[in-house]
């Protein structure tokens, strides 16, 4: 069963991808390891057909992201399966990517989650401490 909270501590960031659209991305995270938690991705003009595309992408990565999350799957492991599908450092995805690097580091990710983990967890986290 997947855990809900009441409040999650959030922060938002404007990108610019290489056409200059930009994108809102809105990061909670988990109030108790401190891991990012939830995606929200915000695209403006919706209303173009090119738009829409694009938002149905990275609305999808956000939230099978989020469901991810909520299911337990720790945060570490989703970043470097989302890096290693980002073929396009100028697509949208890839800026999301970079920008979750800036917000929680993989490293930092991997000290929080085993700090924070059981032993049964702790033996499939991949962490070198």
Same mark, same amino acid.
């Given at each position: 069963m997947?855990?809900?909270?009441d409040?999650?501590?959030?922060t938002?960031? &404007?990108?610019y991808d290489?056409?200059? =659209?930009?994108?809102y991305?809105?990061?909670?995270d988990d109030p108790?390891?401190? @891991?990012? +938690?939830e995606?929200?991705?915000?695209?403006p003009?919706e209303?173009k057909?090119?738009?829409?595309v694009?938002k149905?992408?990275v609305t999808?990565?956000?939230a099978?992201?989020?469901?991810?999350?909520?299911?337990?799957?720790p945060y570490s &492991?989703?970043?470097?399966?989302?890096? =290693?599908?980002?073929?396009?450092?100028?697509?949208?995805?890839?800026?999301?990517? @970079?920008? +979750?690097?800036e917000?929680?580091p993989?490293?930092?990710a991997?000290?929080l989650?085993?700090?924070f983990a059981?032993e049964?967890?702790k033996?499939?986290?991949?962490?070198?401490?």
């Amino acid at each position: 069963m997947s855990k809900t909270y009441d409040v999650l501590k959030s922060t938002r960031y &404007k990108m610019y991808d290489q056409q200059g =659209r930009h994108v809102y991305l809105t990061v909670a995270d988990d109030p108790v390891v401190g @891991t990012p +938690l939830e995606l929200w991705v915000t695209l403006p003009d919706e209303n173009k057909l090119e738009e829409q595309v694009l938002k149905t992408d990275v609305t999808t990565i956000a939230a099978l992201f989020t469901e991810a999350r909520q299911g337990g799957v720790p945060y570490s &492991k989703l970043f470097v399966a989302m890096d =290693r599908t980002c073929y396009s450092k100028q697509s949208i995805p890839y800026l999301l990517l @970079t920008k +979750l690097e800036e917000h929680c580091p993989l490293d930092k990710a991997k000290r929080l989650e085993f700090e924070f983990a059981t032993e049964s967890q702790k033996e499939v986290l991949d962490v070198e401490v």
